[in-house]
C-alpha cells in the first residue's frame, strides 16, 4: 500500500532533550517536505526535499534540521526542543514531473515538550 | 511567494452548494493551485488541482479566473462528511527553481442537517 508513515505518532519530552521524528515513503517520491500545524495558523512549511542530499528552507525553519540521504527518508531533528515546538507534524511526499503533484501526508505527530 | 487567503470558517446545509474562495494575489507564473480537505487528526488530502480556467472531478470543481489571483473550490451537494477543513495551496513543485509551498489558514466548513 502507498503510505508516508512517521514515528513516533506522540511523544512528550523536555526541553533541550533531543529529538528525531522519522518520516518514510514507499512511493519513489522525490519532493518531500515537514510542516507543522498550530490552531488559528494552518500549516507551515519547516523543510523540504527536491530530491536526495537536497533540502531547503520553508516558511518556519528556525529550531529544526533535516537530512535526505535516501530517497525514502526524511527525518526531522530537533536539537534542542523548546515549548514553543509543540505542534502537531505532518511529513508529505509528491512525485516530480509532469504528472499532478499531489502531496501524500502521513498521519501527523503530535509533540509536546515540557 | 504567493500568500494565500481564506474565510476562516463556513456554515451550509446539506444538499447545497458550497464555494470557498481563495485569494493569492502575488501568485507566479509557474504554480498550480491545490485544495486540501482534512478532518480532525488526520493528514491533509488531496481533493483538486488546477493552473487556470476549470477544472472538475468526481468530488469538486476549481474555477480560476484569467488573472489567477484568486481561485474558488466548489463542492456540490455537501453531506454531513464534507464537515472538514480546507485549505487552499499555491506553489510549484515541478522544477528546481520552485519547492516552498504555501498553505491559506484553512477554512472550516461546518455542514448541518
Known amino acids: 500500500e502507498a503510505q508516508v508513515t512517521q514515528n513516533p505518532r506522540y511523544l512528550i519530552t523536555v526541553t533541550g532533550k533531543k529529538l528525531t521524528v522519522t518520516c518514510s515513503q514507499n512511493?519513489?517520491?522525490?519532493?518531500m517536505s515537514w510542516y507543522r500545524q498550530d490552531p488559528g495558523l494552518g500549516l507551515r512549511q519547516i523543510y523540504y526535499s527536491m530530491n536526495v542530499e537536497v533540502t531547503d528552507k520553508g516558511d518556519v525553519p528556525e529550531g529544526y534540521k533535516v537530512s535526505r540521504k535516501e530517497k525514502r527518508n526524511f527525518p526531522l531533528i530537533l536539537e534542542s526542543p523548546s515549548p514553543n515546538q509543540t505542534s502537531l507534524y505532518f511529513c508529505?511526499?509528491?512525485?516530480?514531473?509532469?504528472?499532478?503533484?499531489?502531496?501524500?501526508f502521513g498521519p501527523g505527530t503530535r509533540l509536546t515538550v515540557l | 511567494l504567493a500568500k494565500t487567503t481564506q474565510p476562516i470558517s463556513m456554515d451550509s446545509y446539506e444538499g447545497q452548494e458550497v464555494n470557498i474562495t481563495c485569494s493569492h494575489n502575488n501568485i507566479a507564473t509557474n504554480d498550480y493551485i491545490t485544495w486540501y480537505q482534512q478532518f480532525p487528526s488526520q493528514g491533509p488530502r488531496f481533493i483538486i488541482q488546477g493552473y487556470k480556467t476549470k477544472v472538475t472531478n468526481e468530488v469538486a470543481s476549481l474555477f480560476i479566473p484569467a488573472d489567477r489571483k484568486s481561485s474558488t473550490l466548489s463542492l456540490p451537494r455537501v453531506s454531513l462528511s464534507d464537515t472538514a477543513v480546507y485549505y487552499c495551496l499555491v506553489g510549484d513543485t515541478r522544477n528546481n527553481q520552485g519547492g516552498k509551498l504555501i498553505f491559506g489558514q484553512g477554512t472550516e466548513l461546518s455542514v448541518k442537517p
Open positions: 508529505a511526499s509528491t512525485p516530480l514531473g509532469i504528472s499532478t503533484d499531489t502531496q501524500y
Open positions: 512511493m519513489n517520491h522525490e519532493y
